[in-house]
């Protein structure tokens, strides 16, 4: 399914009347306080997010999975499905896959339909926390951790394949997310898994090609509930550290423990040049997948005060790889996914609203008040006509959430795939 741009035109029309009011309203009080909101909204139309290629169906918990229907079963149905979310948002102009869910099959067959969405292909992920088809060995105690050197290198080897499947599609990263932990106290000799761990990502980062990075993803439990290898932030800058110049740090939002500083974490790693890529969603637990701003939308605009604080003043933290890690039990994943990407560029839009040399000054004078003052009075703008500004220069809908409801894609999409069809993934 493609949508057609005349129809979102047409959808468009019934609310751009109501859309120009409330942009001229907010774009001259914008302006009057100082503010460039032609800048701003380029900023936002730039501003393009991955879409991971194993939430385009139904999540589901290991208790059960309840399907939308009309989910994709091929790498091309899943491009399309990117297509519709970039078409209606223009901020998804990226997917990434994870591999062995996603290989393709014809690989330039895959690239054509893409390049004809205007999707281009993100970091890459390796899996080496699920056993594959015919596998050798098994991953159930650790991979790059085990204490086996057969598997190490049957997991080294999995993530040179990965690389090799990314450099054909254009991708310029590798993703590493290790399940790697045990279960019970005594069961990982700590040091041992860690070393083993490292001596194996060099291996990996040996085989990276010259223009790519490796993002070493952490998180501090799940699935393995008494210790992890690459626990946090800390442990995957001495991994990336210990590989080079081209490792670095990778972020995701779920994976914290409750009422981690993440804004102070992503400041420092880019102070020092380490903060690679970003998963966002959102939680009340842990690793939740949930959408993102849906829980803490304050926290993630202070995460994003800091990441815009980062792009204008740390030249030695490269661009960032940008990606929605969530995942969809009860919605609809198209729609969470736009809920999702809505989220983000609210969050972003604010950000670009703190007056950071009045925050600097204030700072520097210890005016405590003002500073939360400058900081709040960028949170509480309602920033909404700036987005669907953004979008609509684009060719995107004023509401893609409505426009999608309206468009009934689902609906089409069951048609056109019927309804039992099953997305690889979690
Ligand atoms: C992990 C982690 C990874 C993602 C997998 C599916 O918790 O967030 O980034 O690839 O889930
Ligand atoms: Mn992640
Ligand atoms: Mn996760």
């Known amino acids: 399914m493609k949508i057609k741009e005349e129809h979102i035109l047409d959808f468009n029309k019934a609310s751009l009347e109501t859309h120009n009011d409330s942009f001229d309203f907010l774009s001259s009080k914008l302006s009057k306080n100082g503010h460039d909101v032609q800048g701003i909204i380029s900023r936002l139309a730039d501003f393009q997010v991955a879409i991971p290629s194993w939430a385009l169906g139904a999540g589901g918990t290991r208790f059960g999975r309840f399907s939308f229907f009309g989910e994709p079963s091929s790498l091309e149905q899943k491009i399309e499905d990117v297509g519709v979310l970039h ?33 281009k292909f993100d970091a890459v992920n390796s899996n080496t926390f699920q056993d594959q088809k015919n596998a050798k060995e098994t991953y159930k105690y650790g991979s790059l951790s085990n204490t086996s050197q057969a598997v190490r290198e049957q997991a080294i080897q999995h993530n040179l394949d990965v690389i090799k499947i990314g450099d054909k599609l254009g991708s310029k990263a590798l993703t590493v997310w290790l399940a790697d932990g045990s279960c019970f106290p005594g069961q990982n000799n700590f040091q041992t898994a860690f070393q083993n761990t490292q001596d194996s990502l060099i291996d990996i980062y040996k ?16 699935p393995n509930f008494y210790s992890t290898v690459i626990q946090d932030w800390g442990a995957s800058l001495m991994l990336a550290n210990g590989c080079g110049d081209k ?57 994003f005060n800091e990441l815009v604080y980062g792009m204008a003043n740390n030249p030695q933290n ?14 609809d994943p198209l729609e969470d996914l736009i809920q999702s990407l809505e989220a983000i560029q609210e969050a972003y839009a604010k950000a670009l609203l703190i007056d950071q040399a009045a925050l600097r000054a204030a700072q520097i004078d210890n005016d405590v008040v003002k500073c939360q003052e400058i900081l709040q009075g960028a949170y509480r703008t309602d920033v909404r006509p700036l987005l669907e500004r953004a979008r609509l220069g684009r060719g995107g809908a004023l509401s893609p959430i409505q426009a999608y409801r309206s468009l009934d894609v689902r609906n089409s999409l069951i048609k ?8 690889t993934g979690l």
């Open 87 to 119: 078409s209606l948002t223009q901020t998804a102009g990226a997917v990434s896959l994870h591999i062995p869910w996603d290989i393709p099959s014809d690989y330039n067959a895959i690239k054509e339909k893409a390049d004809a969405l205007d999707i």
């Open 207 to 222: 085989g990276l090609p010259d223009d790519w990075k490796m993002l070493v993803e952490y998180k501090p439990y799940e």
């Open 247 to 303: 490792a670095y740090t990778l972020v995701d939002l779920g994976h914290h423990l409750p009422n981690s500083n993440i804004e102070q974490i992503v400041s420092i790693l880019q102070l020092k040049g380490k903060l690679g890529g970003f998963h966002f969603n959102d939680s009340k637990y842990g690793d939740d997948d949930l959408t993102v701003g849906s829980i803490k939308p304050y926290a993630l605009f202070l995460i």
């Open 318 to 331: 490269p661009d960032l790889a940008w990606m929605i890690d969530a995942s969809h039990n009860v919605k």
């Open 416 to 423: 056109e795939r019927g309804k039992n069809t099953v997305a």
